[in-house]
């Protein structure tokens, strides 16, 4: 297998938000804590944030989803709908 050497890219994620981002930070704190203490309080904490996570990436998502759909009808989102379909 070659490797090949190419300039890093930055990906952005489509549904990412401050929210998002808020959400996972104490996601991962949670999860350090976890795995520091291995009790089972910690990991109660960690599993219901792990699952609001989880629902406000979903909610995010679906907001996203409907707001790329509404697009599709907007005549001034055409060109978009056509450059972003020759990316794929």
Request: contains cysteine.
């Amino acid at each position: 297998m070659w490797n090949v050497k190419r300039p890093l890219q930055t990906q952005e994620t489509w549904w990412w938000n401050e929210e998002v981002a808020e959400a996972v930070r104490e996601k991962k704190i949670k999860y350090r804590k976890w795995k520091r203490e291995n009790s089972k309080e910690a990991w109660m904490k960690y599993k219901k944030c792990r699952q609001s996570a989880k629902r406000v990436i979903s909610l995010a998502k679906e907001k996203k989803q409907k707001e790329c759909a509404n697009d599709l009808n907007d005549p001034e989102h055409q060109n978009e709908i056509f450059q972003w379909q020759s990316r794929w």
